[in-house]
């Protein structure tokens, strides 16, 4: 069975961090574009982060430039989203998904995809 499964959220304080993973089961990472994208309630599921299959380049939303960092470990099968420096507007559920070239390029979810993974809850609050 193809899955990917995402870990790490939990509850922090803001200028604190997290590091989130997204493990795959049934198939290779190495093959695909990985990104990170989130939804806060209310609002829209939204890009954070994307990273390309082969050359490991990067994309971030202007939202998480200098913050967080995406890295993907072949080996482990796992792609990573380091958060530093969270704010209470990264509150929200994260979710990890393949994508495609252009969907890489723009950073943005799958369009119609409703088959979402069950995510793992960011919170930021003092």
């Known amino acids: 069975q193809l899955q990917l499964v995402e870990s790490g959220g939990g509850l922090v304080q803001p200028g604190g961090s997290l590091r989130l993973s997204c493990a795959a089961s049934?198939?290779?990472?190495?093959?695909?574009?990985i990104g990170w994208f989130r939804q806060a309630p209310g609002k829209e599921r939204e890009g954070v982060s994307c990273?390309?299959?082969?050359?490991?380049?990067?994309n971030y939303a202007d939202s998480v430039k200098g913050r967080f960092t995406i890295s993907r470990d072949n080996a482990k099968n796992t792609v990573y989203l380091q958060m530093n420096s969270l704010k209470p507007e990264d509150t929200a559920v994260y979710y990890c998904?393949?994508?495609?070239?252009?969907?890489?390029?723009?950073?943005?979810?799958?369009?119609?995809?409703?088959?979402w993974g069950q995510g793992t809850q960011v919170t930021v609050s003092s």
């Open positions: 998904t393949t994508i495609t070239t252009l969907e890489f390029s723009l950073c943005v979810p799958p369009r119609g995809k409703d088959d």
């Open positions: 990273i390309s299959s082969r050359d490991g380049s990067t």
């Open positions: 049934g198939f290779r990472l190495y093959y695909y574009a």
